[in-house]
């Protein structure tokens, strides 16, 4: 049986958010926050987050607690969000979902859930990503270097090192990126790799499974779609 999870930390348009649950006692919910973050060590170093407990605030020196965790952890608390600011309303008690009433959808049909790391720096070689969910890279992704995501990965910037989105089985999965050029691009069971020839710089692609082929695909409306690798 799946354990509920008390801590979600996502990215969203607003930047990361940590979600707490205000249900569950506060005891219980540090250990799981100090455990969650531990999963993610190195990945989140020098990350701004921001807060949200729901419809119910913690009371001052419980968020300083929280804070100090944070900090130990290497990330910076910017401040905590409210329900209303957010527009979210409680499906459960563990998970914020967007309301539909006030036009603001925060998740919505084509968006994927899951924790997300960010790298924000340029990755050189022989430096290592490995994370169950999303991995977003503000920067470069050099020769050398690799990034393993159960989820989706995103590179601001050109990936030319090895990419592996999808680790864990999911077809659904894609790699995005500023200049797509990688020495090995994998997801789920499938994998390529950049082509021989030095073909000029295509814009911005995404690469995804469709009819069980990698295919790679423009960014650009009215792009060029590639062929499949």
């Known amino acids: 049986m799946k354990q509920t999870e008390h801590v979600s930390l996502k990215g969203t348009k607003e930047g990361l958010v940590?979600?707490?649950?205000?249900?569950?006692?506060?005891?219980?919910?540090?250990?799981?926050?100090?455990?969650?973050?531990?999963?993610?060590?190195?990945?989140?170093?020098?990350?701004?987050?921001?807060?949200?407990?729901?419809?119910?605030?913690?009371?001052?020196k419980k968020q300083a607690e929280i804070e100090d965790v944070l900090r130990e952890n290497g990330l910076a608390l910017t401040g905590w969000f409210t329900a209303e600011e957010l527009g979210?309303?409680?499906?459960?008690?563990?998970?914020?979902?967007?309301r539909t009433d006030t036009g603001q959808q925060i998740w919505d049909e084509g968006m994927a859930e899951g924790t997300c790391v960010v790298v924000d720096r340029t990755m050189r070689s022989g430096q290592k990503v490995v994370h169950s969910g999303h991995v977003i890279v503000q920067g470069d992704v050099n020769p050398g270097a690799e990034i393993v995501a159960g989820g989706n990965i995103f590179v601001m910037g050109a990936l030319r090192g090895v990419a592996h989105a999808g680790a864990m089985g999911d077809r659904q999965a894609s790699v995005s990126a500023f200049v797509l050029m990688p020495t090995q691009l994998r997801i789920a069971d499938l994998v390529t790799r950049a082509p021989d020839d030095n073909e000029d710089w295509r814009?911005?692609?995404?690469?995804?499974?469709?009819?069980?082929?990698?295919?790679?695909?423009?960014?650009?409306?009215?792009?060029?779609?590639?062929?499949?690798?």
């Open 88 to 98: 979210w309303t409680a499906r459960s008690q563990n998970e914020p979902v967007a």
């Open 203 to 229: 814009g911005p692609e995404v690469a995804r499974i469709k009819n069980q082929q990698l295919i790679v695909e423009s960014l650009i409306s009215g792009g060029r779609r590639n062929k499949a690798r």
């Open 18 to 60: 940590l979600y707490l649950d205000p249900g569950q006692d506060f005891s219980p919910l540090m250990d799981e926050l100090k455990q969650h973050l531990r999963k993610s060590a190195g990945f989140l170093q020098g990350a701004k987050v921001r807060c949200c407990a729901g419809a119910r605030a913690f009371e001052p």
